[in-house]
């Protein structure tokens, strides 16, 4: 079974670049078919969902955050990571990641086949 953790500081000063790892076990980051997503949920707000990056290493942002978001991965770590420049206030969120079967841009917990615990980033002065 596929198990994922997040991990990176919890506290970010506002303009600095806030950034995640997602370890991933109990599966390969590259097997078919499947791709790796971030998701995010601000306090007193509903689940929102920021990107994911494919078993091909293709990667999909969310228009909205496109500008000054990066995923990426290392397939020797199996391992993906979130970069999420300029931060402001307005990202202070616990952030997931979750693993799914097939492409999903949905922040819907039940739609994933793996979902981390996730971790309260903070980002204030």
């Known amino acids: 079974q596929v198990q994922l953790q997040e991990s990176g500081p919890g506290l970010v000063k506002p303009s600095q670049t806030l950034s995640l790892t997602c370890a991933v076990s109990?599966?390969?980051?590259?097997?078919?078919?499947?791709?790796w997503s971030w998701i995010r949920q601000p306090p007193g707000k509903g689940l929102e969902w920021i990107g994911y990056?494919?078993?091909?290493?293709?990667?999909y942002i969310s228009p909205s955050l496109k500008s000054r978001t990066s995923i990426s991965r290392d397939t020797s770590k199996n391992q993906f990571t979130l970069q999420l420049s300029s931060a402001t206030p307005e990202d202070t969120a616990v952030y997931y990641c979750?693993?799914?079967?097939?492409?999903?841009?949905?922040?819907?917990?039940?739609?994933?086949?793996?979902w981390g615990q996730g971790t309260q980033v903070t980002v204030s002065s």
């Open positions: 979750a693993g799914s079967i097939g492409a999903k841009t949905i922040a819907t917990r039940e739609r994933y086949d793996a």
């Open positions: 109990g599966g390969s980051i590259t097997t078919a078919r499947y791709y």
């Open positions: 990056i494919g078993y091909s290493g293709n990667t």
